[in-house]
């Protein structure tokens, strides 16, 4: 165990040298085994020799979803069918998925990204951890299950549904640590209250959350409920799954496993690569993967490379938490508008839950308008209607201040949205909220 922790102790230098000479495989690995990179940097004119240093991985094209799908299923993959041994796939709601293969060495080398992932998370082989990821071709379940036997710990392989059972599993086991989306943590917390438990006697000591973004406030709304330490972590399946970075102790900021993936923010406007601490795109190359290498993968999520040192002794770059996506910008009447933001305003209203929906209305190509539903805390719910209109005011006058815009906000009773068991999900257009 203590040599992951030393790989994410390493010098800068020798990470840099490391990363340098990896980068320079993976473009030459990527150029000869996939016709897609080929062509593409023929078309940006260059070859595998120009990119000598890490500095000029910049001279390469970007790598967008689009890519992917367009060369589905196979057609990024640079590993032949007898070489690879897993596949995985994005969950797509829209559109083609996006495929990824595995080789031997790949599936090794995530188990370890993941293993360190969790070890910095404070996951110990006395553990008895339940994985509430599903498992199949989304990356979470496999991905975490064997990252944890690497480390080893004792894994309970729930995979998704049937909430009853994961509690009272969760009780017999004496299960100390739930890996799980953080919806699903507050969802399976609420059932635990409904069938008249209260989710602090389970005994978790940790959880480790990742899959989408956890504001401040469904944080501590967790480690309130179980009375359990969250911790975040981060990956997407275009890269590999979970274990592209993930949160040490000291819980400022993801660590990522550099030495497998590199990582740059860009502007996603121009593209132009923005230096330390500034928000952008980040996007990522892969050093290692034999399967379906990746050259600067544009991932959509928004957020900054922190610049300072970590106090924990990693020197491995820390990524800051997602803010957004740049395909979840709403336009708003002209406004840009993040569900992070609103979601920060929410949190600072203490009568309403993390619980919120942003309904949409559209008009042919545009939001004409956007309503803000959000349920009350069980201790802030009442019906007395000036109550009510004065809590909506409070949350309307704050979005006003910060997103200049004057915003429908309807609040709902406690548990009245739908729960997920996986991936909340927060933007609804109006045809369904109508239709509920
Ligand atoms: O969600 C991989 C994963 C599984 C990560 C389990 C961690 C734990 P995808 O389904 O491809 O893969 O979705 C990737 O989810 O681009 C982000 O927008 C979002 N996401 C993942 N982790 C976080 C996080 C998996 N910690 C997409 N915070 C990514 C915010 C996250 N967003």
New binding site residues.
Partial sequence: MGMWKGLDCISRDNLGQIQGIRLRETVKYAYENVPFYRHKMGEAGIVPEDIATLEDIIKLPFTTKEDMRSNYPYGMFAASMEEIIRLHA??GTTGRPVVMGYTRRDLENWSEQVARICMMAGVKTSDIVQIS?GYGL???GF??HYGLEKLGATVVPFSSGNTERQLTLMRDFQTNVLVSTPSFALYMAEVAETLGLEPAGYGLRLGLF?????SDLMRQEIEKKWGMKAT???????IV??GVSGECECRSGMHICEDHFFPEIIDPESGQKLPPGEEGEIVFTSLTKEGVPVLRYR???ITALLPEECPCGRTTQRMD??TG?TDDMLIVRGVNVFPSQVEEILGQVKEVSPHYRLVVHREKDYIKDMEVHVELTPEGFTDSFPEIQKIEDKITSRLKTVLSLNLKVRLMEPKSLERSTGKAQRIVENEEAVAE
């Fill in positions: 994005s969950t990821f989304f990356t979470g991905g975490l990742g899959g989408e973004p956890c975040l972590n981060y990956g997407l399946t275009e799954g979970p991932t959509r999520d938490y997602i996506r």
